[in-house]
């Protein structure tokens, strides 16, 4: 029986300068902003795609203006509709947390398609590129909500990491956001970045990197899921599976779409180079 280790005394404001400050929330979402777009610029230099530095930096601010509206609509929609109807004005207020993951995917999704249709570049040689940079403004958002005292697991006793959460009552309870911090984050960044580097014949096959992010992201939230606490006003929406565990499932079966596309399209290309 292991007793719970006290929350960390975390100041949520970094420092503040007459009315500006910064939070450890909003500067997660920098740290991801900024490492994404760096290593994307890279990862077009080195295989030489048609997503080229200058483009990607004309991306950044449209995959920005996605991930925060897509990202804050998709909370207020999904997780809290009700309270926002209520107080409307609320949506505005960002720096006190709120933010859905899959809202802010089909903000990107949506930033990515219209800016590929614009600048004429094919979607997926984009997308395959942005997957694998992704993971790194997950893992930086989990972490901020461990800052935050937010999105807490589940009460256990059976574990001694154990952490007893300011809002979740004297129990201990898993630290879910440094779980997903390393699977959404870390594992899901390496297991992209290797196939993009050191794969070939899987890196040529245009959107499969897509496919494969949504197949794995879905498979480690829903998975995730069972060691988090479900939204308090929302609970269980049915069966026991939470919202997250929910919306992951039309996640999972896209990417086996897409999957199952870029294997039937490059065989296509092989026949016709055959």
Known sequence: MYTGIPFPQIDPVIFQIGFFSLRWYSLAYILGIIGAWFLARKMSTAKGSVFTVLKIDDFLVWA????????????VL????????EFPLK???????GMSFHGGLIGVIIATILFAKQ???????????????APLGLFFGRLANFSNGELFGRITHSVPWAIIFPEGGPEPRHP???????LEGVTL???????????PRFQKRSGFLTGLFFVLYAIFRFLLEYTREPDGHLGFIFYNLSMGQVLSIPMFLFGLFLIQKSSYKNKLRKISID
């Open 176 to 182: 879910s956001q440094l779980y997903e911090a390393g």
């Open 78 to 85: 999904f997780y809290n509709a009700a309270y926002y109807t």
């Open 119 to 133: 600048r004429k570049i094919p979607v997926f040689e984009m997308s395959d590129i942005l997957v694998c940079v």
């Open 189 to 199: 960044f390496l297991i992209l970045n290797a196939i993009y580097w050191f794969s």
């Open 64 to 75: 920005t203006l996605g991930i925060i509206l897509g990202g804050r609509l998709g909370y």
């Open 91 to 97: 949506i505005l207020a960002l720096w006190q947390g």
